[in-house]
């Protein structure tokens, strides 16, 4: 069964810094992994998509990679700001084409 | 805007009560999604409809029947409320292209519910 895992669940860091997010899975046959976005009281926001023959996918300050054969992603923000607080979730496609989910992480940027 | 518009945005139950919440898109999607979001916790989805007619379960369906209307329109019942029920749902819509398209899914605001 596909397991999506994201550490840390909790992450704060101050403006300007670059950051890493990490996600990892433990079954390699996916279809594409999903970065999304969750703001309080809000919807999510898809963010970036890798399929699965991609290694990397980039948007304005956001680039995230794709290593399907050790089961890991990651999403880089460059020059964080107080507005990219939020709760970063990935999401894989499975062979059976549902989304299986990982938990989360919630960053916080301070002024 | 265009998007997914969910009803209610917050919900108190006692346990027993039932109640459906209310999902539609105004993209012309085929598909349509209800997920469950607990603390800690990835979404799970309860049940989809991958068109017009098509109903199915999810990874976690007890408790929880679904009616795809129209195209439109996707709704949650809970028939008899539990608190185990406590969480936030979250309807969704996608255009899946083809077998192996990328699912882009468009998110509602969330549906707050508390069982007591």
């Known amino acids: 069964k596909q397991e999506v895992t994201q550490i840390p669940a909790a992450l704060s860091v101050p403006e300007g810094e670059n950051l890493v997010l990490n996600c990892s899975f433990t079954?390699?046959?996916?279809?594409?992994l999903q970065w999304f976005r969750q703001d309080p009281g809000k919807g999510l926001t898809s963010l970036l998509l890798?399929?699965?023959s991609q290694r990397e996918q980039t948007s304005g300050r956001l680039n995230a990679s794709l290593d399907k054969s050790s089961g890991r992603s990651t999403l880089y923000i460059a020059a964080s700001q107080p507005g990219d607080s939020a709760t970063y979730l990935c999401?894989?496609?499975?062979?059976?084409?549902?989304?299986?989910w990982g938990a989360g992480t919630k960053l916080i940027i301070k002024p | 805007n265009a998007g997914v518009t969910q009803t209610p945005k917050f919900q108190v139950l006692k346990t027993g009560q039932s109640m459906t919440l209310q999902c539609a898109q105004d993209?012309?999607?085929?598909?349509m999604y209800w997920y469950r979001q607990d603390p800690g916790m990835g979404l799970r989805l309860i049940y989809y409809s991958a068109s017009e007619g098509t109903t199915d379960k999810g990874e976690v369906p007890n408790g929880y029947n679904v009616s795809r209307l129209n195209k439109r329109e996707f709704s949650l019942r809970l028939e008899s409320a539990a608190p185990s029920q406590t969480s936030v749902y979250f309807c969704a819509s996608s255009d899946q292209q083809g077998v192996a398209g990328a699912n882009v899914l468009t998110f509602g605001a969330g549906s707050r519910l508390t069982v007591l």
């Open positions: 079954d390699s046959a996916i279809y594409n």
């Open positions: 890798i399929q699965s």
């Open positions: 999401a894989v496609e499975d062979s059976n084409y549902q989304l299986i």
């Open positions: 993209m012309n999607h085929n598909s």
